[in-house]
């Protein structure tokens, strides 16, 4: 039978008959073969437009619709919505891109209307042999995954949680609370961050509706939207969990110290047997097996020893977990800036040198100073405190991006310094003040007028190499003031550099795991950076927070609270309709040679040895059709991107190409 | 010549990283050289020799092929498999004779606009100064029949030579 096309061309406007002879086009696509009826129309997406195309299909009894237009990842389902609307399968639709692919890239308008018209030939010759299918229904598993236990990673879990819906919660130390748990006040509110995270973090531990697995790691993943099956690895914390009371005893009694690099960066010690911090959720501690004298010498268990409730338990194992869930968030957080990178800046070198961190921990009264700011020395007060801004950030030598939140806690650095050390200088060497939030910007303004010293300029080194009398055995900032125009040397006792977020160290590899994409600064790529900031490229698999890019506490929040309406949203639809592209073989046609069998990133393809022929799991298959490329006896076929289907588009695509030796003629 | 040559490129753009890096340039108004016409795929896998082929013999002068860059597939890995058929692919091309800028291979990512329209704008300058492919006469000879067939061993050069002597 012979099919009987329809062609609508928009004009979007003038976006595209501005460039392309939109008239001209829809006469001569009138006169090709297959086409029964083609018209223009200003606004193919208005209801309008739909209606054309759908009383089209009705009157002209249409079996087929091309429109010419924008971008299919635009309108595709627009259009695919008014064929169905008319009783004409949705996929016996095809869209030729004129506008992004072709008006809009060109003032040359008879090259423009020359594309347009070829790329409606190649949709039109492509289109004929469309078949019809059908959405897949897929189930959605009604747990959900969070990975990171950081305030993004919480939120996510607590949302979903008071949704009524089961969650596992996977975190990689030995407690939640990430990064927010080592700050001491948040800006610009000055609210300590323990006061706002314990109470939700201990919610968090309490809830029946999520599975808590801390010390874990997911190692693989496998599945799509709906049925993902992750494997986590919980490593041994050597305590058994149902024993254990949290007295914290065995802490108390073991006798290995060390410095704890993690939560209090290096500043004070722990023990081999630790809770990270006191109002650690779960309260179990971990035994580091690394540092740990039993484990080293083969001797001492003082901590089972002593144990009263007889949960220590040297025997344990790790433990490989499988989960079933239906979607994921991650909310994996973000590294500091190595502080090490920048060597004229001097930390690691000169000892009264902060990063931010440290000095975060030192502010906070549960910290290694007990709230004390001192120098390396632990007794003396500084006189005068030099903050650096943008450390790491907004430098084409390390990243180029702005942290966001670097400008904003320097500040508040500047208020805490000055409200305990209330003779002592402060400087905050800025580029820019970045202070665009909700009462950030009268933050800011409190703490000029509470007599902060702000001078304008990048910090060229930091140094303790003397020049005059009042620099002997201080640390000297050099910088060029770029407000007053001249260098500056400002001796000071302490220098705190503000570090920017980066994506974390292993961001490339979790993104392998569940196939995800970064961008180029490592931080994991949204679906859409405006509309659909919290999807990725994955279906069912959303980010939340600074892993997507850096980001303060209530940016975090907020994301992660949307995630987790995204994931409720797929749960309470219970099936979801999935695009039928996917590959299938042809068993008559299939040799057996195993060829496409390892070519599946997705193992979809299995082999039946008894018949000697391979064949595609539908539910596993994404796709993607390199096996349909690579099959030497053409047995598989993508649907909806069939061999034939791109032949054909190829061969209209170059329709005024038949004759290359005339053309060739013409242009000499 | 009086005119500039005008060479047609068929661009295979993968759905989730090239497409969008065409649409990006679009929106973003680049002007490139308004001479690719584009199929899109899912994945650069997809992109069989045999579409290449057809689209040389059907008359382009040159075939864009684009994907996510390496470690960024949306398929794992379909982007290394388009590079291992490549690189055979642009063997056998060679051994036709076929200029190697007539077939090119591109990595850009959907934030890569710019790097799209750059690769469209030079391909077409490479063709340009090569001009037109004329697949008949050149890779099939100027009868119709296979210059590889007459020519099993040691053929490269005859071609190569022919074809300087047309062009």
């Not at chain 1, 600064?521 to 994955?538: A, Q, Y």
């Not at chain 1, 979809?604 to 099959?631: K, L, N």
Request: glycine share 8%; aromatic share 8%; hydrophobic share 40%.
């Amino acid at each position: 039978m012979e099919e009987k096309v329809g062609v609508y061309i928009c004009h979007c406007g003038t976006n595209i008959a501005d460039t392309v002879d939109v008239m001209d086009t829809a006469q001569w696509a009138s006169e090709q073969p297959h086409v029964a009826i083609a018209r223009e129309y200003k606004f193919m997406c208005s209801s309008l437009g739909q209606e054309l195309i759908e009383n089209d299909i009705r009157e002209y009894g249409l079996t087929r619709v091309v429109v010419g237009a924008c971008s299919p990842h635009m309108h595709e389902k627009t259009f695919r919505g008014a064929c169905q609307r008319a009783g004409l399968n949705p996929f016996l639709f095809e869209m030729a891109n004129i506008r992004e692919l072709d008006s809009w890239i060109t003032n040359n308008k008879e090259a423009a209307t020359r594309n347009a018209k070829a790329m409606i030939k190649g949709a039109v010759e492509r289109v004929v042999l469309h078949q019809p299918l059908d959405y897949l229904p897929v189930e959605i598993n009604p747990h959900t995954l969070v990975v990171g236990g950081g305030i993004a990673g919480i939120t996510s879990a607590l949302e979903l949680a008071n949704s009524g819906y089961h969650v596992y919660l996977v975190e990689r130390e030995a407690s939640i609370g990430g990064h927010m748990a080592q700050w001491d006040k948040t800006f610009p509110t000055l609210d300590c961050a323990a006061c706002i995270l314990t109470p939700r973090m201990v919610e968090v531990g309490q809830h029946p509706n999520i599975t808590l697995l801390t010390y874990s790691e997911v190692e693989n993943v496998e599945g799509y939207l709906g049925n993902f099956t992750v494997t986590v690895r919980k490593k041994a914390r050597f305590v058994n969990e149902e024993l254990c009371t949290g007295c914290a005893i065995c802490e108390e009694k073991c006798p290995k110290k060390v410095i704890d690099e993690v939560f209090n960066v290096g500043m004070t010690h722990r023990k081999a047997i630790y809770k990270p911090f006191p109002q650690a959720v779960p309260m179990y501690p971990v035994v580091d097996r690394a540092t740990c004298t039993y484990f080293i010498k083969g001797k001492c268990k003082a901590c089972e020893i002593f144990c009263p409730a007889g949960a220590i338990d040297f025997e344990q194992q790790d433990e490989l977990i499988q989960l079933q869930v239906g979607s994921v968030i991650l909310a994996t957080g973000f590294d500091a800036f190595d502080a090490t990178r920048i060597p004229q800046y001097g930390y690691g070198r000169l000892s009264n040198v902060f990063t931010s961190v440290e000095l975060e921990r030192m502010l906070n009264a549960s910290g290694p100073t007990a709230g004390k700011i001192g120098l390396r020395d632990r007794n003396t007060q500084p006189e005068s405190v030099a903050i650096i801004h943008c450390v790491g950030s907004r430098d084409e030598n390390y990243h180029e991006y702005c942290s966001r939140v670097c400008c904003m806690y320097s500040l508040k650095f500047a208020h805490l310094v000055r409200e305990r050390l209330p003779e002592a200088e402060v400087y905050n060497f800025y580029i820019d003040i970045r202070a665009a939030g909700k009462r950030y910007e009268e933050f800011y303004h409190r703490v000029m007028k509470e007599g902060a010293n702000f001078i304008r300029g990048k910090v060229a080194e930091v140094t303790d190499i003397a020049r005059t009398p009042e620099e002997e055995g201080k640390l000297v900032v050099q910088v060029y003031d770029t407000l007053a125009g001249m260098q500056r040397r400002i001796p000071v006792d302490m220098v705190v550099l503000s570090l920017g977020m980066e994506a974390r160290h292993d961001a490339q590899k979790v993104a392998q795991l569940f196939g995800l994409g970064c961008d180029l600064s490592g931080f994991f790529i949204e679906r859409h950076p405006k509309l659909d900031p919290v999807l990725t490229m994955v279906e069912g698999i959303f980010i939340a927070g600074a892993c997507q890019g850096p980001m303060a506490i209530p940016e975090s929040v907020a994301q992660a609270a949307a995630a987790a309406v995204r994931s409720s949203g797929l749960i309470s639809q219970e099936t979801v309709l999935m695009e039928p592209v996917r590959a299938h073989i042809n068993e008559a046609k299939c040799s057996g040679c195993r060829i496409c069998n390892n070519l599946c990133p997705y193992t979809a393809i299995v082999f039946h040895a008894e018949r000697q022929v391979s064949e595609v799991i539908t539910a596993m298959c994404q796709g993607c059709g390199t096996c349909v490329a690579a099959c030497p006896s053409s047995a598989i076929s993508g649907a909806h991107f069939t061999h034939e289907q791109l032949m054909a588009q190829v061969q209209g695509l170059l329709w005024d190409m038949s004759e290359p030796e005339s053309r060739e003629l013409a242009a000499v | 010549m009086s005119e500039v040559y005008e060479p047609v490129i068929v661009g295979f753009l993968c759905n989730w990283c090239s497409y969008r890096a065409a649409d990006l340039a679009g929106t973003a108004r680049l002007h490139y050289a308004p001479n690719m016409r584009a199929i899109r795929v899912m994945c650069s896998g997809r992109v069989e020799p045999d579409l290449v082929l057809k689209a040389l013999r059907e008359g382009a002068d040159g075939v864009l092929i684009a994907g996510c860059h390496p470690g960024e597939c949306h398929y794992i890995e379909g982007n290394l498999k388009t590079l291992r058929r490549y690189t055979l692919l642009k063997r056998l091309l060679a051994q036709f004779g076929v200029e190697p800028e007539r077939v090119q291979l591109l990595w850009a990512s959907a934030s890569e606009g710019p790097a799209l329209a750059e690769a469209v704008d030079r391909m077409t300058e490479q063709l340009r100064a090569l001009g037109p492919l004329r697949w008949k006469a050149s890779v099939l000879g100027s009868n119709g029949y296979h210059p590889m067939a007459a020519v099993p061993c040691g053929g490269e050069a005859e071609v190569s030579d022919r074809l300087v002597a047309e062009v």
